[in-house]
Structure formats: structure tokens, C-alpha cells
């Protein structure tokens, strides 16, 4: 029986991750505004927060604003956080002990291996005639 791990239970693993290390977080990010240029990109944040996150006057305080929107976006802002951070400071996220990239490539073959079981399922039992 093959078992798949759902996307929310990924999503949460990764908002767990950055609620655990948000102080690690906020000292060492070093990329806070192209991640939260991606974040605006991929509407997790909205203009205002994004504009509060450039003015803010040091790169912590910057960050505090960015927590503010994960914090109320949720699970998914978090993790999407997360696959950014990943992306664009992947040494930080293995010295903080989250998931590497490496990770995330096991998680899409594992998707992978089970769209092409089900095909393969699907395309046998369209060929098979009951006697």
C-alpha cells in the first residue's frame, strides 16, 4: 500500500518550522525583500504589508512586519515563506534543521511514482475484459 504524506501535512511541518525559529529568523535572514517579493507576487501579502515591510528602518524590524503577515495569513503564507526561504537561503534552513531542497525533490518523486501508479492502474483496468 503506498502511503502519501498530504500537502497540509507538509505545509504545516514548514509553518511549524518557522514559528519554532522565528527569532533565528528574524537575526539571520539576510534576503528579507526578495522574499517578500515573491510573497507579494504570489498575493500571501498584500501592498500595505509589503510597503510596511520596505519602510520599516532596520532589517529586524523589517522582519517583525513580515511575522505580522505570516502570522495572520496562516499555515499557507508560512509555508510558502518557508519554500522561498529554501530557495533563496537554503544554509540557513539546514543550519536550523528544516527541510532541505533535497527534501522537497523526495516529496515531488513521491508524487510522481504515485500519478504514474494510478495511470498505469487506470490504463490496466480500461484494458481488462471480465471473462
Excluded at 505545509?11 to 533565528?24: Q, T, W
Excluded at 539571520?28 to 500571501?44: G, H
Excluded at 532596520?58 to 503564507?77: C, D, H, P, W
Amino acid at each position: 500500500m503506498l502511503v502519501l504524506q498530504t500537502r497540509s501535512g507538509r505545509d504545516g511541518k514548514y509553518a511549524e518550522f518557522v514559528d519554532r525559529h522565528r527569532a533565528d529568523l528574524i537575526q539571520r535572514v539576510s534576503t528579507l525583500m526578495p522574499i517578500a517579493d515573491q510573497l507579494l507576487q504570489k498575493c500571501m501579502i498584500h501592498e500595505e504589508v509589503y510597503s510596511n515591510i520596505h519602510t520599516a528602518r532596520t532589517r529586524e524590524e523589517q522582519m517583525r512586519e513580515l511575522f505580522k503577515a505570516l502570522n495572520s495569513g496562516g499555515v499557507q503564507v508560512k509555508s510558502a515563506f518557508h519554500r522561498i526561504l529554501l530557495k533563496t537561503e537554503p544554509v540557513l534552513v539546514q543550519e536550523l534543521g528544516g527541510a532541505t531542497s533535497t527534501a522537497m525533490d523526495h516529496d515531488q518523486q513521491t508524487w510522481s511514482t504515485a500519478r504514474k501508479w494510478v495511470t498505469l492502474y487506470r490504463d490496466l483496468k480500461r484494458n481488462i475484459k471480465l471473462v
